[in-house]
């Protein structure tokens, strides 16, 4: 008899557990399948509710940590004992002509205001909310019938440790009233500083028609809203888009697991690390673009509803961004978009990084992006970079070549602050927020064009007493050129004069800030020497009409004489430096500043190197009159008189 193979006979039992497994298998494609064409599905994201980040950390609990620590994050708060950072103990503040006290209440914190002539109390305004965490924090009232809210008088600087009132945080000079930036939220602050704002103005209609019957309208001051917000500060949903729909959609354990094995699934929430360079760089720009509305149709349902953007789409197609050659809305302000602008159409505030990475080549064909380089997920929360995107890091990742030419390339000393890419490519010159930052506007430096721009030089930036002449047959040697060009000086200053020493007196509010402040960057100066000259020119700025230059001007010159402190250079300003109030009264600003320079006077400088003829100094390091007198003629210009509308 032939063997053969086995045979397999199914009994009732096996055909049973085969039509089961088939069942089951069946049942589960099905169950993917619509777990797969449920999260796919279309959405129309601006229909879609908020529900706050709370609701995020349910799930995503490192990623919701992460968040939690940043400064978006703190933003914007209900006023409490853990949100609020100033020091509400009663001192008498009396900048601009006012007299206000921050004191503590028994239900918070308020302003006391008073009559400065007669000591009066006029009113105890409570802080309903507080506007940022990292380098200062402001303070909102609220109307007492409607969800107004305005910004008061003074702000709690981190830095300085001190009270500022708000007409010297911005480049405003000392005739400002003292009302003069006090402003209401809900019209501007609320759509960047919270997440799904909807300012829901309630008589914008009504003040439109008394302006049209001939009636006076202070706009400012009687707008009234009924504002509402999905998030005080910049949560999850700002950047992801609003998440109702993805909770609901993650409430049945099939689709958590399908979304989770093929990451991005869920069409109804923006992963911005998955959309193409142009569209994450939009979910940034919705705050840091500087940016109008098309129309006055589209003001006005931002206005009532909020914006309309939502993450995952194209940022243009809601808003205008702006250029220097953005019409401006009014006729009494030609000037008032292109101000924000240097002279090559280059962004000189901070919250127009968009438009400047916008302008790099680099970023062209999608090549960088706002989120290569920042993150909100990890590294410091302040500038947002982890540790990888530090220092050169984040730029050699794509100029290795550049890199390995070394000195060749940067034509300075491996490992010095002139080697280092940004201060080449991306010195700051932007001014904001009672700093200046750099510029996202990555670029070769060109003496030329920068100074007839009137805009910082990375070279002068270091260099910052010499002249562009100097600095342009410097680059020229070093190849970045092919031959010395002739530098003009847009604010019509005398091109042989130290760039940052000539703007600190003869360029508009914006130029004098940067000036002031790159002065006090000591760690970038060639030389501890190359800070002499610097400080009769900063102790002439402490005279400025504006705070805001004074301030500048003010500390670095005790970063310089803190850095001078211990050589043979030691100046030892320090003691006549401290009472200096760059919003303290002129007579008394005066008087200190007089002994500041008596002290720097005083100071024997028989073994000191001589300044050089672009300082404009004598060898006594004395500013000569007739220097000082064409500065400030060209500073008074009438077309340096600008409001850059921060």
């Known amino acids: 008899m032939t063997e053969g193979l086995p045979v397999r006979r199914w009994g009732t039992r096996s055909l049973m557990t085969l039509a089961i497994t088939i069942i089951l298998l069946i049942s589960l494609a099905v169950i993917v399948w619509s777990a797969v064409r449920t999260l796919g599905e279309?959405?129309?994201?601006?229909?879609?509710?908020?529900?706050?980040?709370?609701?995020?950390?349910?799930?995503?609990?490192?990623?919701?940590?992460?968040?939690?620590?940043t400064y978006h994050r703190t933003m914007t708060q209900d006023?409490?004992?853990?949100?609020?950072?100033?020091?509400?103990?009663?001192?008498?503040?009396d900048a601009f002509g006012g007299l206000v006290r921050p004191v503590e209440t028994e239900t918070g914190v308020a302003f006391q205001y008073f009559d400065a002539a007669t000591?009066?109390?006029?009113?105890?305004?409570?802080?309903?909310?507080?506007?940022?965490?990292?380098?200062?924090?402001?303070?909102?009232?609220?109307?007492?019938?409607?969800?107004?809210?305005?910004?008061?008088?003074?702000?709690?600087?981190?830095?300085?440790?001190?009270?500022?009132?708000?007409?010297?945080?911005?480049?405003?000079?000392?005739?400002?009233?003292?009302?003069?930036?006090?402003?209401?939220?809900?019209?501007?602050?609320?759509?960047?500083?919270?997440?799904g704002p909807q300012p829901k103005v309630n008589n914008l209609n009504a003040l439109r028609e008394r302006a049209r019957a001939g009636e006076s309208v202070n706009v400012r001051e009687e707008l009234r809203f009924d504002t509402q917000v999905a998030e005080l500060g910049i949560g999850c949903e700002a950047c992801h888009g609003p998440g109702a729909t993805h909770v609901q959609r993650m409430a049945r354990v099939d689709r958590r697991l399908v979304a989770k094995l093929v990451e991005?699934?869920?069409?109804?929430?923006?992963?911005?690390?998955?959309?193409?360079?142009?569209?994450?760089?939009?979910?940034?720009?919705?705050?840091?673009?500087?940016?109008?509305?098309?129309?006055?149709?589209?003001?006005?349902?931002?206005?009532?509803?909020?914006?309309?953007?939502?993450?995952?789409?194209?940022?243009?197609?809601?808003?205008?961004?702006?250029?220097?050659?953005?019409?401006?809305?009014?006729?009494?302000?030609?000037?008032?978009?292109?101000?924000?602008?240097?002279?090559?159409?280059?962004?000189?505030?901070?919250?127009?990084?968009y438009q400047g990475l916008e302008a790099s080549a680099c970023a062209m064909n999608e090549d960088l992006t706002c989120i290569r380089c920042h993150t909100m997920h990890s590294g410091d929360p302040a500038g947002m970079l982890p540790q990888a995107n530090r220092g050169d890091a984040a730029c050699v990742r794509c100029h290795q070549d550049v890199k390995a030419k070394g000195e060749v390339h940067t034509g300075h000393k491996a490992g010095s602050v002139g080697s280092e890419c940004m201060g080449c490519h991306m010195p700051r010159a932007v001014y904001g927020v009672m700093t200046v930052h750099r510029t996202h506007l990555i670029a070769i430096p060109d003496v030329a064009k920068d100074v007839a721009a009137g805009k910082p030089n990375a070279c002068l930036n270091c260099h910052a007493t010499r002249s562009p002449q100097w600095a342009s047959v410097q680059t020229a040697a070093r190849h970045f050129s092919t031959e010395a060009a002739s530098p003009q000086r847009h604010d019509g200053a005398d091109p042989a004069l130290a760039d940052g020493l000539a703007a600190l007196i003869a360029g508009d509010p914006v130029r004098q800030a940067l000036a002031a402040f790159e002065l006090g960057q000591v760690q970038q100066a060639p030389s501890i020497q190359d800070l002499l000259p610097r400080v009769p020119w900063l102790i002439e700025a402490l005279r400025d009409d504006r705070p805001a230059v004074r301030r500048f001007a003010w500390k670095s010159l005790k970063l310089i004489d803190s850095t001078l402190a211990g050589t043979p250079f030691a100046l030892s300003l320090q003691a006549?430096?401290?009472?200096?109030?760059?919003?303290?009264?002129?007579?008394?600003?005066?008087?200190?500043?007089?002994?500041?320079?008596?002290?720097?006077?005083?100071?024997?400088?028989?073994?000191?190197?001589?300044?050089?003829?672009?300082?404009?100094?004598?060898?006594?390091?004395?500013?000569?009159?007739?220097?000082?007198?064409?500065?400030?003629?060209?500073?008074?210009?009438?077309?340096?008189?600008?409001?850059?509308?921060?």
């Open 42 to 69: 279309p959405v129309n994201h601006a229909e879609i509710a908020y529900t706050g980040s709370a609701v995020c950390a349910d799930c995503h609990v490192a990623r919701h940590e992460s968040w939690h620590r």
């Open 576 to 646: 006549s430096l401290e009472p200096f109030d760059y919003t303290g009264a002129l007579q008394s600003r005066e008087q200190v500043r007089q002994n500041i320079l008596d002290t720097f006077r005083a100071v024997n400088k028989s073994d000191w190197p001589h300044p050089g003829p672009a300082t404009g100094l004598d060898g006594q390091y004395r500013l000569g009159d007739l220097t000082l007198s064409v500065l400030r003629d060209l500073g008074a210009r009438s077309d340096k008189q600008i409001d850059v509308g921060e």
């Open 79 to 93: 006023a409490n004992k853990q949100s609020v950072v100033g020091k509400f103990d009663g001192r008498s503040l």
């Open 119 to 195: 000591g009066a109390e006029q009113a105890v305004l409570p802080v309903m909310r507080t506007v940022g965490s990292h380098r200062y924090q402001q303070y909102l009232t609220r109307d007492a019938n409607s969800e107004t809210y305005y910004r008061l008088h003074y702000l709690w600087h981190m830095e300085d440790q001190r009270w500022v009132h708000m007409n010297a945080v911005f480049l405003g000079d000392d005739a400002q009233g003292f009302d003069a930036q006090v402003t209401t939220w809900n019209s501007n602050c609320v759509f960047c500083h919270n997440t």
């Open 264 to 353: 991005g699934r869920d069409s109804s929430i923006v992963n911005p690390q998955r959309l193409s360079g142009a569209r994450a760089n939009d979910v940034c720009g919705a705050c840091h673009a500087g940016r109008t509305l098309p129309s006055v149709a589209a003001l006005d349902q931002w206005m009532m509803d909020g914006p309309s953007f939502r993450p995952g789409e194209d940022l243009k197609g809601h808003l205008t961004i702006l250029s220097a050659h953005t019409p401006s809305p009014s006729a009494a302000a030609p000037d008032l978009f292109r101000n924000r602008f240097w002279q090559d159409g280059s962004p000189r505030l901070t919250a127009y990084e």
